[in-house]
């Protein structure tokens, strides 16, 4: 397996002579994860290439209109292959990503040549084997995309144009239809394709509960077509052997690569973030104080209607991303927190776990209880206030009026119909209902997995549990009406990420805990934890990113581990937790764009030693 932590030393004199071009569906189009590899890059990337760097991605005017800015500067190589694509007929949109790095983007609209589809879609089929159905506007889509590339590369690299060596760097199938394209003309490209997640591994993995143990005997193309996949995981199989290096993000994946698309990875690119983003020098400590109050707010309005419980020794740990129950170890985590709830009651501790499961499900609104416990609250501080206002005032006066040195009975102060709307006010909003578990009406509210484990556990926000469940089924944004917060505000005032994945090619969201100096769980099955297995070894615990072992081992394993894990959490102190937030965020700079650009520097070293044919 490639050797992450020792890559051989390559010369990277070669990169200045090249341009560099990233194609990925996801430039100025918003729509999966590859978005925040491909976002957070352009920074460091326009550091080290500046105007020799571009990246290629779908024109969709709805997308498009909030990220791209039109340039009429056509002085580069780049300006230039536009305009004469454009003069062969093509609609081509040239400009600025509005990024950090504010790079050159080539916007190619697919639905521009859909008047020539049959003709693509038939070279496609001749030439490379891979048929491709009529009704699915996303493979038309890709595959129109991918024969544009391939001519705005061919006009790239035409007489007049540029004659210094272009390095294309695809992300992912939907761009790679044009891989097979290039290599049959041999155009004098040199071509670098990187799968950030088999498409058959996920849709394996979530259907497969031995995924990892059959991994070895899958026959791709009869799996493909029984997921009606077939045609995507061809051209994904094209674009990986018809790459002079090919490359994925993990050794987790790379396994993947090696059974399902025949191909072992020469090179590993980790994915990371651009951490100054993130970083809040001498201040993420404050922040967490100042977002953890505000998710007090919403634990006071959703839980203290029914119970209160000691805002100052509770903690509040949170799992986000896709609904994949079993994939993104939903399944662990409830059954790890089951456990955890028994163990805290018998050691008597007194503490109180609020754990926010946040992600997407079909909903048809915001619960009506769960939005009235919170605007009634709201009503009683407003009470507070005018009543704390009233009695500030009067007490001042009394004071500075009065001979009387001792403290007068601050009931005395407050009106007689503030006192009864305080009182009604209370009784109108006390309850001896359970708080709700969902903060959401959901559609499929009998079947959903995550409600089906709390109710058969009896994990349901009882009054004794030391574990309390808050299931979010959509994501937080700065306009959502229960927190107030965006999701990265709400992460800082958390105290840990719980994450442990069963299939995860690289997994965002620790890292993006680590870099607002949040501790979290991974596991050596996501590739970011195995990255992290790799490289810590026994020091993960003490930088605040635990990785479960979960290769080869058992369900119940996980659960041990994981339950382990927090009920040793839950026990640490203030002190303990602050210094383990202080490692935490010390530790993100090594997951910084600019520490892991070199892989990429390896990749494309590698390439333009290869030949063209």
């Known amino acids: ?76 190589p780049f300006g230039q292959a536009v305009l004469k694509m454009r003069n062969m007929g ?100 040199k071509i670098v394709f990187t799968t950030h997640a088999t498409l058959l591994g996920r849709y394996l993995a979530m259907n497969d509960p031995s995924f990892y143990d059959n991994l070895t005997s899958v026959n791709w193309l009869k ?21 002079h290096i090919f490359s994925t993000v993990s050794q987790v994946t790379a396994r993947e690569c090696i059974f399902l698309l025949d191909r072992i990875p020469d090179v590993l690119l980790p994915n990371g973030l651009s951490i100054e983003r993130f970083t809040a020098i001498h201040e993420f400590q404050n922040l967490h104080a100042k977002y953890k109050e505000k998710i007090h707010q919403f634990v006071m309005g959703h839980f203290f209607q029914s119970y209160p419980f000691d805002l100052d020794h509770t903690l509040y740990f949170f799992t986000s991303g896709r609904y994949e129950y079993r994939n993104k170890g939903f399944d662990v985590t409830l059954e790890a927190l089951a456990r955890l709830n028994y163990r805290m009651q018998e050691a ?69 119909y503030w006192q009864l709307r305080y009182r009604r006010n209370l009784q109108s909003w006390k309850t001896h209902i359970l708080p709700s578990v969902v903060t959401h009406n959901l559609v499929h509210d009998h079947s959903d997995e995550i409600l089906n484990f709390l109710r058969s556990s009896h994990l349901i926000n009882n009054a004794h549990d030391r574990v309390k469940i808050v299931y979010h089924p959509d994501f937080i944004s700065a306009t959502n009406p229960l927190f107030g917060l965006d999701y ?55 930088r605040g990113t635990y990785v479960i072992k979960r290769r080869n081992k058992s369900f119940d394993d996980a659960v041990t581990q994981l339950t382990n894990y927090l009920f040793d959490y839950v026990r640490l102190t203030q002190r303990e937790r602050i210094s383990l937030r202080n490692s935490v965020e010390n530790s993100s700079v090594e997951f910084d764009w600019k520490n892991l650009r070199k892989h990429y520097n390896r990749a494309y070293v590698l390439a333009l030693e290869k030949e063209y044919t």
């Open 223 to 243: 799996e493909a077509q029984h997921f009606n996949i077939e045609t995507a995981v061809r051209i994904e199989r094209a674009a990986a052997h018809g790459a």
């Open 1 to 76: 397996m490639i050797d992450l932590n020792h890559p051989a030393k390559i010369n990277e004199e070669s990169l200045k002579q090249a341009l560099l071009t990233e194609i990925a569906w996801e430039v100025c189009n918003q729509v999966g994860g590859i978005y925040t590899v491909i976002q957070t890059k352009v920074q460091s990337m326009m550091e080290q290439w500046g105007s020799c760097f571009f990246l290629i991605g779908p024109y969709f005017p709805k997308t498009a209109a909030a990220e791209f800015e039109p340039t009429d500067d056509y002085s580069s």
């Open 488 to 542: 990265g505000q709400f992460v800082r005032g958390c105290h840990l990420g719980i994450f442990p994945s069963y299939y995860e090619p690289w997994g965002y969201t620790p890292l993006e805990c680590i870099a607002r100096g949040v501790p979290a769980v991974t596991s050596d099955l996501a590739g970011f934890g195995d990255y992290l297995a790799n490289r810590q070894v026994d020091e993960e615990t003490a």
């Open 348 to 416: 008597g501790i007194k503490k109180t776990v609020v754990m926010f499961f946040v992600t997407k499900q079909p909903y048809t609104s915001i619960n009506a209880h769960v939005l009235q416990s919170r605007a009634m609250m709201q009503e009683i501080r407003e009470t507070c206030e005018t009543i704390e206002r009233q009695i500030g005032d009067r007490l001042f006066y009394y004071a500075a009026s009065n001979s009387d040195f001792k403290l007068p009975n601050m009931g005395e102060f407050v009106d007689d």
């Open 90 to 189: 093509y609609e081509v949109h040239f400009g600025h990503w509005l990024v950090a790095g504010n790079p050159l983007v080539v916007l190619l609209n697919p639905y521009s040549v859909y008047d020539r589809l049959g003709e693509i879609k038939y070279a496609l089929w001749a030439d490379h084997d891979i048929p491709s159905p009529d009704n699915d506007d996303l493979l038309n889509q890709t595959i129109a995309f991918g024969h544009l590339v391939k001519v705005f590369l061919s006009v790239l690299i035409s007489p007049g144009i540029t004659d210094r060596p272009v390095i294309a760097h695809f992300h992912e199938w939907m761009v790679g239809a044009a891989i097979p394209a290039l290599r049959r003309e041999q155009a004098k490209i």
